[in-house]
């Protein structure tokens, strides 16, 4: 952690990236990250890969879409990011800093960059950065606090997930205490939800599949179906939960089709790795959630492909 601090101190101008489709975490991060470099005299700008979803607009103030100019910098930092292919196009970027530091959270993280945090057993990059923030000194404000309290909630389902800790809630109890209204952001986060979308999910439930006694679910969402209901399949959110949920699953998959890829989440109930499974797609994660994509393939060949790939897990 010393380096990383070293290396922060050192910065006059940074980046800030984010994974491509950036969730609560990685968008919450990144801005409690802008905040404390902002403190510290240290002019930072987050560049995402692409508009920021709706859901997360309560957080995405001054975040801006990276589309080939950028400020001058000497540092990227690169938040909840577990290779260097999660950032897309921004991936060209890291060659022209001086310096790349990767924070993270994701068991199969590369470690790329010339310093890295990974701390795989923290629920969120969220609780990755309110640890270094402390060993940097910095004195939390209400600003800081919500966006970190945004990313941990975001990362463990509102502290529901087994990746929370007695750290997460210590923190958490920590990040209350600055006067943030907690019960506001899990309602964005979690309970504040698009009617299109909800009626998508409606009709997909009918459709749920079970293959292996119940043991592994799916959902998958064609452009078409998808066009059906007029929603951006991108922004489509918690979907897996819905193979999930039933009583049974072991492991929910959901498909998504976009536009050049399937992209494919894999949530574990169970003993189940499913960063394993991730990874043999190219992808990667948490042992009980990841993801990954698969090019050049229909959406019923993906789903083949890694219901094969769940038989050996369960
Ligand atoms: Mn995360």
């Given at each position: ?20 489709s ?7 991060s990144?801005?409690a990250m802008?905040?404390?470099l902002s403190?510290?005299?240290i002019?930072a700008?987050?560049?995402?890969e692409e508009t920021?979803?709706e ?8 975040v801006r ?6 400020i ?38 590369t470690?790329?960059?010339?310093a890295?945090?990974?701390?795989s057993?923290a ?6 950065l309110?640890?270094?923030f ?8 209400s600003?800081?606090a ?7 909630c ?19 109890s920590?990040l209350v205490?600055h006067?943030?209204k907690?019960?506001?952001?899990s309602?964005?986060?979690f309970?504040c939800v698009d ?9 997909i439930t ?7 006694g ?9 452009r078409?179906?998808a066009?059906?209901?007029n929603?951006?399949?991108k922004?489509l ?24 890829k399937?992209?494919?989440?894999l949530?574990?109930?169970g ?15 948490h042992?009980?959630?990841a ?5 050049d393939v ?17």
């Amino acid at each position: 952690m010393e380096d990383i601090i070293k290396l922060i101190e050192k910065a006059k101008s940074a980046l800030i990236l984010p994974h491509i489709s950036a969730d609560g975490d990685a968008i919450g991060s990144c801005q409690a990250m802008r905040c404390v470099l902002s403190d510290m005299g240290i002019n930072a700008v987050i560049y995402a890969e692409e508009t920021v979803e709706e859901r997360l607009y309560f957080i995405a103030d001054g975040v801006r879409v990276y589309n080939g100019d950028t400020i001058d910098y000497d540092t990227c930092i690169v938040l909840d990011c577990g290779d260097e292919d999660r950032l897309g196009t921004r991936k060209e970027l890291l060659s022209k800093a001086k310096t790349v530091i990767n924070i993270d959270h994701h068991r199969t993280n590369t470690g790329f960059g010339d310093a890295s945090l990974v701390v795989s057993d923290a629920s969120a990059t969220g609780e990755v950065l309110f640890n270094l923030f402390r060993a940097m000194g910095v004195t939390l404000n209400s600003d800081i606090a919500g966006y970190l309290y945004t990313a941990i909630c975001s990362d463990t389902g509102g502290f529901a997930y087994s990746n929370v800790s007695q750290d997460t809630f210590k923190i958490a109890s920590e990040l209350v205490s600055h006067n943030i209204k907690h019960w506001e952001i899990s309602r964005l986060l979690f309970d504040c939800v698009d009617m299109k979308a909800e009626l998508l999910k409606a009709e997909i439930t009918k459709d749920i599949r079970s293959y292996y006694g119940g043991k592994v679910r799916t959902v998958v969402i064609s452009r078409e179906f998808a066009d059906k209901f007029n929603v951006d399949p991108k922004e489509l959110e918690g979907l897996v939960d819905l193979p999930r949920r039933i009583r049974g699953t072991e492991i929910a998959v959901a498909l998504k089709e976009l536009d050049d890829k399937i992209r494919i989440s894999l949530r574990s109930n169970g003993d189940s790795d499913v960063s394993e499974i991730a990874l043999k797609f190219g992808g990667g994660g948490h042992i009980k959630a990841a993801g990954c994509s698969i090019l050049d393939v229909t959406i019923d060949e993906a789903e083949k492909m890694v219901v094969d790939a769940c038989k050996g897990a369960i």
